[in-house]
Every structure is written in structure tokens, then in C-alpha cells.
């Protein structure tokens, strides 16, 4: 079974920078407000992290302390940074899905039935104390600093809490819309802007400030409030919020990191080879 984390978590990533339209985000169409990468960045990127997956599985499965992911975390920042010319393209997916590769190891290991309950209860079970630690480790860097700064969660307190914008909005949403029948891609634009709606994106923040955080999130909300992907002109609205967005140089990718995450969930809880 851990054998199945790499092509999950790789495909769950592609699935991500495939998406289009996403407001400011790179795809294979265009680079959103990203002047340093693009679709074959990420591409090169995902390549270089395919063996980081499962390597995390098998350290969750051990039941291995905080410090041997992070050094395996590190390692992998390390590849992708060389096979991307020195590009960021993955390291918030790099702690986000590595940290639930981990669990979902320990989940398994353990034989519990799995489920998005038990994927979330194994990583704050097995590293929640860890990750407290290492938030108040983290509040003087920047991202920690930009994240109080504007009285916002960071990206290391959200892990700390279990993600509960992914377990309680994206993971939910992307079910929910597949449930009903919509197509994969539909679903997963639906997830990203009901988690934009309500996620303190750090990458918003630090882009364009507390304004352009907002901007985003009401852009969002009256996005949902409309009938989201069910409405009409949703596919029109989305490509007018991307052109808006790269305007601003806006790029929700804590949203993005947090869509891929719920795609590795759902297809982890489904089976593989079925799902988003």
C-alpha cells in the first residue's frame, strides 16, 4: 500500500498545475502572475520529488520523530531547487503532502480503516506536539512574521492544527461535487475557490498584502455566491478573475497547495485509480 503514495501524490500535484482557469496560478496555458516558472517547471519539479513520497510513507509508517521527516523534507527541497534552476515551484506542497504521506503511512501501519478522519487523527496523533514546537520555532522567519503581521494563520500553525481548511472545506467540497456527478475538473475548480473563500493564504498576503487577500477572498466568496461551477458563466468569470488577478500579481498558492492535498485525500480514501 505505501508503494501507492508516490503516484498519488505526484498525480495529485499534476492535477493541480494542469487545472485552468485557476485566478494567478501557473498551468499549461500560461504562467498566471508567475514571472519564474511555468507548466514545464513544475513539471521538472514533480519529477525531481517522485522517490520523496514514498520515502515519507515509509518514515510515517515507522512511526519516525519530526526531525527525520524534516530531513527528508529538506533533502527533497534540495532537488527541487536543482532541477528547477533554483525555482520554488513546490516547497509549500513539499511540507503540506509530505506531512500526509507520513500520515497516511501511519494510518495504514496501523491497519485503521482509512478515511479522512483517520488521515488527519494519524498526523496530529504522531507529530501534532512536533509541529506546535515548530511553529513557535518558525514565528520569527518571514513567513511567520508576514503571517502576524497581518493576523493571519500560518502555513505552520495550519499544519499544527491538522489543516482544518482542508479536512473541513477542500477535502468536503471536491467529494461532494463528485458525488453529484460533476467532472473531475469542474470539482476541483469548485474546492479551490470555496478554499480561497476562507483560507489565510500567506502567498496573498505576502504578494499583495492584507488588500490583496481580501481582494481574493471576496472575489471568491461572491464567486460561491453566485452557484460557484454551477452557474453558466462560471468557466467566463474564473478566466476574468485570472486576468485580474495576474494584473495584480496575485497568486493564491497556499489555495493551490491546498486543492492537490485534497486530491491526494480523496483518491487515497477511494482507491486508487479512482476519484478526482
Known amino acids: ?9 505526484v498525480t495529485a500535484l499534476y492535477d493541480e498545475v494542469a487545472l485552468f482557469p485557476k485566478p494567478g ?15 514545464q ?14 520515502q515519507m510513507a ?39 503532502m509530505g506531512l500526509l504521506c507520513a500520515a497516511a503511512g501511519a494510518m495504514l501501519a496501523r491497519d485503521a480503516a482509512v478515511s479522512a478522519d483517520a488521515l488527519r487523527q494519524a498526523l496530529l496523533d504522531t ?10 520555532r518558525r514565528s520569527g522567519l518571514p513567513g511567520g512574521v508576514a503571517a502576524h503581521r497581518h493576523g493571519l494563520r500560518s502555513a505552520s500553525e495550519e499544519a499544527a492544527l491538522g489543516f482544518p481548511v482542508l ?19 469542474t470539482a476541483r475548480l469548485q474546492a479551490l475557490m470555496a478554499t480561497m473563500a476562507v483560507l489565510d493564504d500567506c502567498n496573498l498576503a505576502h504578494r499583495g498584502g492584507r488588500e490583496g487577500l481580501a481582494h481574493a477572498r471576496n472575489g471568491a466568496t461572491a464567486f460561491l455566491a453566485a452557484g460557484g461551477m454551477a452557474h453558466p458563466a462560471a468557466m467566463d468569470t474564473l478566466r476574468s478573475m ?5 494584473a495584480r500579481r496575485l497568486s493564491p498558492g497556499g489555495s493551490a497547495d491546498m486543492l492537490a ?16
Request: aromatic share 10%.
Open 261 to 276: 492535498a485534497a486530491c491526494f485525500v480523496v483518491r487515497l480514501v477511494r482507491g486508487a485509480g479512482t476519484g478526482p
Open 25 to 39: 496560478l501557473v498551468s499549461f496555458v500560461d504562467a498566471g502572475s508567475h514571472r519564474d516558472m511555468d507548466g
Open 167 to 185: 479536512f473541513t472545506t477542500t477535502v468536503p467540497t471536491l467529494s461532494t461535487w463528485l458525488d453529484r456527478g460533476a467532472s473531475p475538473e
Open 242 to 246: 485570472h486576468t485580474g488577478f495576474v
Open 58 to 96: 515509509v518514515l510515517g509508517a515507522q512511526r519516525q520523530g519530526f526531525p527525520a521527516l524534516e530531513a527528508c523534507g529538506l533533502a527533497a527541497e534540495r532537488r527541487m531547487l536543482a532541477a528547477t534552476q533554483g525555482v520554488n515551484t513546490h516547497r509549500g506542497a513539499i511540507f503540506s
Open 41 to 54: 517547471t513544475f513539471m521538472r519539479s514533480l519529477f525531481a520529488l517522485r522517490h520523496y513520497f514514498p
Open 1 to 9: 500500500a505505501l508503494a501507492r503514495m508516490a503516484p498519488l501524490a
Open 127 to 136: 507529530w501534532g506536539d512536533a509541529l506546535t514546537a515548530r511553529c513557535a
